[in-house]
C-alpha cells in the first residue's frame, strides 16, 4: 500500500504536473482529508420520491 506522498506524486506526475518535496508534503498532508470529502459525496443517497434533474428547462 502507498503513502499519501507516493500517491500524491503519482497522480501529479501522470498529469505531467512537476511539485517541489516541499509542494508534494503539503500535498501528501492534506490529500486523505481531500479524499475522504470526495468519497463522501458519493456515499449521499436521494430520497425515494426524488429523481436526479438530468435535463434543466427554464419552463419547468
Keep these: 500500500m502507498s ?11 501522470t498529469a505531467g504536473i512537476r511539485a517541489s518535496e516541499a509542494e ?3 500535498l501528501g498532508r492534506l490529500y486523505p482529508a ?3 470529502a470526495v468519497d463522501a459525496l458519493y456515499t449521499l443517497e436521494l430520497a425515494e420520491a426524488e429523481e436526479p434533474q438530468l435535463v434543466f428547462s427554464v419552463y419547468s
Excluded at 503513502?3 to 506526475?13: D, I, K, Q
Design 34 to 36: 481531500q479524499r475522504a
Design 24 to 26: 508534494l508534503a503539503i
Design 3 to 13: 503513502t499519501p506522498e507516493e500517491t500524491v506524486a503519482f497522480l501529479l506526475e
